[in-house]
């Protein structure tokens, strides 16, 4: 069974532009989540969606935003990029939600840098 | 407020020894705990998870970890380490009954380095 994949790998911006990182979970996982890795502050939760709805949003400003798609694709977008944003960020898919014990597989990630 | 904490930034080991690497957490209620694995330019790779049950947990790779409730410990260990291992491994936990469905709250992580 294939991984999470995400696109693209890497990505370049500027201050002020915008970006859409895409997601697409193991075949059969209803459940994504996204996250933000930087060495100063760690791994940090940015939502989760599940059955195209957010599940759950952590301590991010509003320029952070996502969606899920019928077939369970994610994206994520990034409005008025700060060198800030700056990070790797990583998806991860589930099979379900809520109190379910299943465990969460992560993607390769997605390599973004603002100049 | 939910926490995990990893004391320790790196952990030195010679191959064939055995290996510990720290976890303790802090959260609400009955906490799903796991334990990551990150390879250089590499997502997160699933290692092995408590939920409930035996306190001893065995995962990949010949990893396993110890649940300690009292003292609100996760260790992950390994009886015999490799070069291979090094990597920079983390702890997480989930508190799915406190309304976090999915949402996993990370520690600093720990850089584990064997040497031959």
């Known amino acids: 069974k294939a991984g999470v994949t995400q696109t693209p790998r890497y990505l370049i911006k500027t201050r002020g532009q915008q970006v859409t990182l895409s997601c697409s979970p193991i075949?059969?996982?209803?459940?994504v989540s996204w996250y933000q890795q930087t060495p100063g502050q760690g791994l940090q939760f940015l939502f989760e969606?599940?059955?195209?709805?957010?599940?759950n949003k952590g301590n991010f400003p509003g320029r952070f935003s996502g969606r899920q798609f019928s077939n369970s694709r994610s994206e994520m977008n990034v409005s008025t990029l700060e060198l800030g944003d700056s990070a790797l960020y990583l998806c991860?898919?589930?099979?379900?939600?809520?109190?379910?014990?299943?465990?969460?597989?992560f993607g390769p990630g997605t390599r973004l840098t603002v100049t | 407020a939910q926490s995990v904490a990893q004391p320790e930034d790196q952990v030195n080991v010679a191959e064939g020894n055995p290996l510990t690497v720290k976890c303790t957490y802090s959260?609400?209620?009955?906490?799903?705990l796991f334990w990551y694995v990150q390879y250089p330019n590499r997502g997160l790779q699933f290692l092995l998870k408590?939920?409930?049950?035996?306190?001893l947990v065995k995962g990949s790779y010949g990893f396993e970890a110890e649940f300690n409730k009292s003292q609100t410990s996760f260790h992950l260990k390994k009886p015999s380490a490799l070069v291979s291992d090094s990597a920079l491994y983390f702890c997480?936990?989930?508190?799915?009954?406190?309304?976090?469905?999915?949402?996993?709250?990370f520690g600093a992580g720990t850089r584990l380095a064997v040497h031959p």
């Open positions: 991860a898919s589930s099979l379900v939600s809520g109190e379910s014990s299943y465990e969460q597989y």
């Open positions: 075949s059969g996982h209803r459940s």
């Open positions: 969606y599940f059955s195209e709805t957010q599940r």
């Open positions: 959260v609400s209620g009955n906490p799903y």
């Open positions: 408590y939920i409930t049950g035996d306190n």
């Open positions: 997480a936990v989930r508190a799915p009954f406190s309304g976090g469905y999915n949402k996993l709250i």
